[in-house]
């Protein structure tokens, strides 16, 4: 689901923002709004360096990694880590209470395809949770700064969504949209919800 395996300086440049508090207070943002449980099965697609996972398990929750980069299937500081492509998820139906995406579903080639297979292995009434960049912030940061000086792009990522387009992906796929918003800091000095920097969603797949 993913490009061709990055260069080290980008793990090592990943690998820092997701030690930042920065990081931590968007992944508890996620969670609390999954409302997850101490002994809840939780998978953590694209899990890198095993940030989000150590939150979990701050909670009391053992979650399982997972990473299509083998770069990260080797380091991540958190176990167990399965090495697979989202797109080809090696768990059984229905097998997860959670889903984790922590800025990952704009990496993948066709998010459809991830999506689906993330429904597969989810239980009837269990949750997906993700967080991604928000279209609308980048192109504001463009119009106030004249371009993304101080951006380093990120040459893995496929796809920017706006909140509309993310919603129709992630109910495309079968799921039943909770709670989905604009999150975190905003691009420029106004109210709009619309600029602000990351798009935060939850979903259920339905017992229905």
């Known amino acids: 689901m993913m490009q061709a395996c990055p260069d080290a300086a980008y793990f090592a440049r990943v690998d820092r923002w997701s030690s930042t508090p920065a990081y931590r207070r968007e992944v508890g943002s996620l969670l609390a709004a999954l409302d997850l449980h101490p002994g809840s099965r939780i998978l953590d697609v694209g899990c890198g360096p095993g940030a989000a996972m150590a939150e979990l398990r701050l909670r009391g929750i053992a979650p399982v990694g997972l990473d299509v980069y083998p770069a990260w299937a080797d380091l991540c500081r958190q176990r167990p880590v399965v090495r697979a492509d989202a797109s080809r998820l090696p768990f059984a139906p229905g097998c997860m209470d959670a889903v984790l995406l922590v800025h990952v579903v704009a990496h993948f080639n066709r998010p459809d395809a991830g999506l689906r297979e993330i429904f597969r292995v989810l ?7 993700l967080i991604t960049p928000n279209a609308t912030y980048l192109r504001a940061l463009r119009w106030r700064r004249g371009g993304l000086r101080h951006h380093v792009p990120d040459p893995t990522i496929n796809h920017h969504f706006k909140l509309h387009d993310l919603r129709g992906q992630v109910s495309a796929a079968g799921f039943q949209i909770l709670h989905a918003q604009p999150w975190g ?15 935060l969603l939850v979903a259920t797949r339905a017992t229905v």
Request: glycine residues 14%; positive net charge; charged residues 30%.
């Open 185 to 199: 800091r905003r691009a420029l000095p106004l109210p709009a919800a619309s600029l602000r920097e990351r798009l």
């Open 123 to 129: 239980r009837p009434g269990g949750r997906l949770g």
